[in-house]
């Protein structure tokens, strides 16, 4: 069955060659470039595969940073078989197709077979159940590959019986050392294609790859070929590069948990001010199509969580900018958001509205309802005001400074103080204001002498 054939070794295939990205992936450890932590001699992964110590396991990397190559090169290394399907196009049946012909190899030969499951988080509860007792058995290592958190998508049966790698996005220096092997290597690169690239053009791919190996050896490949020799090279610069790059792939998932991460990075960059890192991030989610009205309504939430009464302002100017984006659309629009997000970055900070409305919160859910006070209840009838709704009841507005001192909080909640007012922004004025009144306000209770 074509679907779960062994892969064609390198150089196999020369009938219709594989892409470089393709012809280039490591065909030993020691190739394989960065994730140092996993591979470095004496980790913990390199001594499994060595010693033949294989077990089930999900990677955890962002695009190209080498999950299929290793788990390829674990077979290779072991001798194992490896049969490779994707989430995307497999369902139970053909998993229970791969299962019985690992069970068969098992009894004939006691070969091992690594299957491997790119984008497993794709895969539903059930088909991911299918897996458990054929894991625990042996029958199968279970390799699955995922670029989101696996304690989101994978559940929690099947994590358990595998042991979690995370593989993280190569460094700019990775990837010059995988560009520059592609153009050196005759047999399975471009060499002889007599490519000279130009350093800054080098640089501009390990820029546009964004961490991703296979991005890096895409462009690079499409730049050579899209280069017309002369005097039998092909000069490669940096315009050649970005015009085959067009634009880089920013990663950035609006439902995974990348969505998460860089929500949290903006809200977090605006809560310490920072206005170039808060810009940054605002425009990472604008570059990777996330929803405006999602980012208009997170910075209206920041305006009032995190900026509150010191800059009343703030959610004024946050509404205001989501009603500009709403009349202008894209591109203009977007220069409101980061017209906001600026302001909010620099405005004074209090959460004590926060503070004080979850204070208030928690005391209605734990507390008993505690009946509204018989002096500040309205009474519309007769019969109402003979019960005594309204009774003594002083009208703030027929007082000096529109002040009166009578309680307002049902009984048992007297004394309760919710709102703490910062010494930030207004809101050092409206605690002076607040002090200022429950001073008048003890004043009054005193006893005379």
Same mark, same amino acid.
Request: with cysteine; glycine share 8%; charged share 25%.
């Given at each position: 069955?074509?679907?779960?054939?062994?892969?064609?070794?390198?150089?196999?295939?020369?009938?219709?060659?594989?892409?470089?990205?393709?012809?280039?992936?490591?065909?030993? !450890?020691?190739?394989?470039?960065?994730? +140092?932590?996993?591979?470095?001699?004496?980790?913990?992964?390199?001594?499994?595969? +060595?010693?033949?110590?294989?077990?089930?396991?999900?990677?955890?990397?962002?695009?190209?940073?080498?999950?299929?190559? !290793?788990?390829?090169?674990?077979?290779?290394?072991?001798?194992?078989?490896?049969?490779?399907?994707?989430?995307?196009?497999?369902?139970?049946?053909?998993?229970?197709?791969?299962?019985?012909?690992?069970?068969?190899?098992?009894?004939?030969?006691?070969?091992?077979?690594?299957?491997?499951?790119?984008?497993?988080?794709?895969?539903?509860?059930?088909?991911?159940?299918?897996?458990?007792?054929?894991?625990?058995?042996?029958?199968?290592?279970?390799?699955?590959?995922?670029?989101?958190?696996?304690?989101?998508?994978?559940?929690?049966?099947?994590?358990?019986?595998?042991?979690?790698?995370?593989?993280?996005?190569? +460094?700019?220096?990775?990837?010059?050392?995988?560009?520059?092997?592609?153009?050196?290597?005759?047999?399975?690169?471009?060499?002889?294609?007599?490519?000279?690239? #130009?350093?800054?053009?080098?640089?501009?791919?390990?820029?546009?790859?964004?961490?991703?190996?296979?991005?890096?050896?895409?462009?690079?490949?499409?730049?050579?070929?899209?280069?017309?020799?002369?005097?039998?090279?092909?000069?490669?610069?940096?315009?050649?590069?970005?015009?085959?790059?067009?634009?880089?792939?920013?990663?950035?998932?609006?439902?995974?948990?990348?969505?998460?991460?860089?929500?949290?990075?903006?809200?977090?960059? !605006?809560? @310490?001010?920072?206005?170039?890192?808060?810009?940054?991030?605002?425009?990472?989610?604008?570059?990777?199509?996330?929803?405006?009205?999602?980012?208009?309504?997170?910075?209206?939430?920041?305006?009032?969580?995190?900026?509150?009464? #010191?800059?009343?302002?703030?959610?004024?100017?946050?509404?205001?900018?989501?009603?500009?984006?709403?009349?202008?659309?894209?591109?203009?629009? +977007? !220069?409101?958001?980061?017209?906001?997000?600026?302001?909010? #970055?620099?405005?004074?900070?209090?959460?004590?509205?926060?503070?004080?409305?979850?204070?208030?919160?928690?005391?209605?859910?734990?507390?008993?309802?505690?009946?509204?006070?018989?002096?500040?209840?309205?009474?519309?009838?007769?019969?109402?005001?003979?019960?005594?709704?309204?009774?003594?009841?002083?009208?703030?507005?027929?007082?000096?400074?529109?002040?009166? @001192?009578?309680?307002?909080?049902?009984?048992?909640?007297?004394?309760?103080?919710?709102?703490?007012?910062?010494?930030?922004?207004?809101?050092?004025?409206?605690?002076?204001?607040?002090?200022?009144?429950?001073?008048?306000?003890?004043?009054?209770?005193?006893?005379?002498?």
């Amino acid at each position: 069955m074509e679907l779960f054939s062994q892969p064609e070794r390198a150089g196999a295939a020369a009938k219709a060659p594989a892409p470089l990205a393709d012809r280039m992936r490591p065909r030993q !450890l020691d190739e394989i470039v960065g994730q +140092e932590h996993l591979l470095g001699a004496g980790r913990v992964l390199r001594t499994a595969i +060595e010693t033949g110590e294989l077990h089930s396991m999900i990677l955890w990397g962002p695009p190209g940073s080498g999950k299929t190559t !290793l788990a390829s090169l674990m077979a290779h290394v072991t001798g194992a078989r490896f049969v490779a399907f994707s989430a995307v196009l497999s369902g139970v049946k053909e998993i229970r197709e791969v299962i019985a012909e690992a069970e068969r190899e098992r009894g004939r030969h006691g070969a091992r077979t690594i299957l491997f499951v790119d984008e497993i988080h794709r895969f539903n509860r059930a088909q991911q159940d299918a897996f458990l007792p054929h894991v625990e058995k042996g029958t199968i290592v279970l390799i699955g590959a995922t670029t989101e958190n696996p304690s989101f998508e994978v559940n929690s049966a099947l994590l358990s019986r595998c042991r979690v790698y995370v593989l993280r996005g190569l +460094e700019a220096d990775d990837l010059l050392t995988i560009a520059r092997r592609a153009l050196a290597d005759g047999e399975r690169g471009l060499a002889q294609l007599h490519p000279e690239v #130009a350093p800054e053009a080098l640089v501009a791919i390990a820029t546009v790859a964004n961490g991703d190996a296979r991005v890096a050896l895409n462009v690079l490949e499409l730049a050579v070929s899209l280069t017309r020799p002369s005097g039998g090279r092909r000069h490669l610069t940096e315009a050649s590069i970005r015009e085959a790059a067009q634009r880089r792939t920013l990663l950035y998932d609006k439902s995974g948990e990348e969505h998460y991460n860089v929500i949290s990075a903006l809200h977090k960059s !605006l809560r @310490d001010s920072d206005p170039d890192a808060a810009l940054y991030w605002l425009t990472r989610m604008l570059e990777a199509g996330e929803d405006r009205l999602y980012i208009a309504r997170r910075l209206v939430r920041f305006a009032s969580e995190d900026v509150g009464n #010191a800059d009343p302002a703030a959610l004024t100017l946050t509404l205001a900018a989501k009603e500009a984006y709403d009349f202008l659309g894209d591109p203009e629009g +977007e !220069l409101a958001l980061a017209q906001a997000t600026l302001y909010l #970055a620099l405005a004074p900070k209090s959460n004590a509205v926060y503070v004080a409305y979850n204070e208030a919160k928690d005391d209605v859910k734990e507390r008993p309802a505690e009946p509204v006070p018989l002096h500040i209840r309205n009474a519309p009838t007769g019969l109402m005001k003979d019960l005594g709704y309204g009774a003594g009841y002083q009208y703030a507005h027929d007082a000096p400074e529109a002040r009166v @001192d009578q309680e307002d909080l049902p009984e048992a909640l007297r004394g309760r103080q919710y709102y703490r007012p910062t010494d930030r922004g207004l809101e050092a004025e409206l605690g002076r204001r607040l002090a200022e009144w429950k001073h008048w306000r003890s004043e009054r209770r005193r006893p005379r002498v």
